[in-house]
């Protein structure tokens, strides 16, 4: 990577996300030298910009580190390419710019080129063949693709868009985020399981009861209600993030870390889920408290929406080590507090019975905002009881890591963004954190009906105030046989 000349392509180099994450993570890698420093941006966008005010403009959320790598100097590496996204001429003319930057490399050898897009989903397939055809590199050297969600919006959308970037790209050329990947504790479940002894004996039915995944935010849609309320919470999070994390958690151990066979193990285990049904899932709205809006209040939504900014559903998995051990995926906006966290509860034995607890053993993966990781586990409360053994007082603990003070707060990636490790995993050539058609076939074939039946006949979602859970959702887990009180902390 590092001795051959290297360009990343942003389109959609203007917006949100290229300020918010693209530019800020280039300038991290480049600065911890994991990307080179001769590395060529070149930002592409359909109308012209004066490039220092665009500079200026994207670049404002870099959190520079003057004495690793002066702002300037890695702006200097910053290009602007203004073009239609289906105009050949201008991908001509982008292949030009490149190659000017190749040729001038000392290396003298072919560019690698790295193409993200920051688009929307209805221009993917003619952007990737813009590219293949005009703006590819020259043998010898890679010409990747990297795109973001949604795939699709169901299983036959999906296929649809496999098939336009599948006939420019090969899938190991193709880099499908889901940004979550990047989210450190989840990234450790794997370490988790298989790097020690003790969990992966109690990861079955025999011991496990029941596991929660959840995502709740304190915000609402943030004038993205247009957007939003043509994909939905589903759509949005569970379907991808946190069905993410669901396959971690719940995929037998493959045969290395590589790419190819996890997905092998991902996609036998989607395999095994059934399709989440409407019946069986709960959907809730936020509306004004709090002295927040709510979501209809949102200018961009239309009035009246159904379109559910809550909802709960529970996998099931019909196989050996999961048969009957609900996994119940919560995701909200408009809730009390930022927070996604994963939570596995281990059956009660039957010799607790002597200690007079009703143990609830609980491992829990803190996401964010704290990144942790501990189990509730049952302790005795420290001093002398009035009886003896049955009457000692005991307690739930946590008994944990946090990540703050075991790693430090400024290590690289527990303090740095998903996007820096995705971009970073691309460029290297690394798809063990990005997401396969192969599993996004299984991922929609759960989630369509339901989401299809949603749209059709738009239920009325449980409306509920900003801040607090929907009314009667607590009721609904119990009848799924998961209690969703908090953990210990
Ligand atoms: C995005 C969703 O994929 O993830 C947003 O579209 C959501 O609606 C966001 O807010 C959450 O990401 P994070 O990293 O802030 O938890």
Redesign the pocket.
């Known amino acids: 990577l590092h001795s051959m000349p290297l360009t990343i392509v942003i389109f959609g180099a203007t917006g949100d996300l290229a300020r918010k994450k693209l530019f800020p993570s280039l300038y991290q890698l480049c600065m911890q030298g994991h990307l080179p420093s001769h590395l060529n941006i070149v930002g592409y966008g359909r109308s012209p910009v004066d490039l220092p005010a665009f500079i200026a403009k994207q670049c404002v959320n870099i959190k520079e580190n003057r004495r690793a790598l002066r702002l300037e100097h890695f702006t200097s590496r910053i290009q602007f390419h203004a073009g239609g996204y289906d105009a050949p001429p201008s991908y001509q003319s982008l292949d030009l710019t490149i190659r000017a930057y190749e040729e001038a490399h000392p290396s003298g050898k072919p560019g690698n080129r790295l193409f993200f897009l920051s688009v929307p989903p209805a221009v993917f397939g003619t952007v990737a063949e813009m590219i293949s055809q005009h703006a590819r590199a020259e043998r010898g050297a890679f010409t990747r693709l990297m795109i973001e969600?949604p795939f699709g919006r169901d299983l036959q959308t999906f296929h649809e868009l496999n098939q336009l970037t599948a006939r420019h790209f090969e899938e190991t050329q193709l880099f499908r985020i889901d940004?979550?990947l990047g989210k450190e504790v989840l990234l450790n479940i794997s370490t988790l399981r298989w790097a020690n002894s003790v969990f992966e004996p109690l990861w079955t039915r025999e011991h496990i009861h029941s596991v929660q995944i959840t995502?709740k935010?304190n915000?609402g849609t943030e004038g993205r209600g247009g957007y939003?309320d043509g994909v939905g919470i589903v759509r949005?999070?569970i379907q991808?993030?946190l069905l993410q994390a669901f396959m971690f958690l719940a995929m037998d151990a493959p045969q290395t870390m590589c790419a190819s066979d996890i997905v092998e193990m991902k996609v036998a285990l989607l395999r095994s889920v059934k399709c989440v049904e409407l019946q069986h899932t709960f959907l809730g709205q936020f509306a004004a408290g709090n002295g927040e809006k709510g979501y209809l209040d949102d200018e961009t939504t239309p009035a009246g929406s159904r379109c559910p900014t809550f909802a709960a559903c529970v996998l099931s998995v019909d196989n050996e080590r999961w048969r009957g051990v609900p996994f119940l995926l919560t995701a909200g906006?408009g809730l009390d507090e930022r927070l996604?966290e994963v939570r596995v509860r281990f059956k009660p034995q039957p010799y607790n019975k002597m200690m007079g607890v009703d143990a609830h053993n609980e491992l829990v993966m803190r996401v964010?905002p704290d990144e942790a990781l501990y189990m509730v586990a049952v302790a005795k409360t420290p001093g002398i009881s009035a009886g003896v053994g049955r009457d000692e007082r005991r307690t739930p603990v946590a008994m944990g890591l946090r990540y703050a003070s075991q790693f430090g707060d400024g290590s690289p990636f527990v303090s740095g963004d998903?996007y820096e490790r995705m971009l970073l995993n691309a460029a290297r050539g690394d798809q063990a954190l990005s997401v396969s058609a192969a599993e996004l076939f299984e991922s929609w074939r759960i989630f369509t009906p339901m989401l299809h039946q949603i749209d059709q006949e738009k239920p009325q979602p449980v409306v509920h105030a900003f801040g607090e859970l929907p009314a009667g959702f607590i009721e609904w887990t119990e009848s799924h046989g998961i209690d969703i009180s908090p953990p210990a902390r």
């Open positions: 969600k940004h979550y995502f935010e915000l939003f949005d999070v991808n993030h906006k996604c964010q998903a």
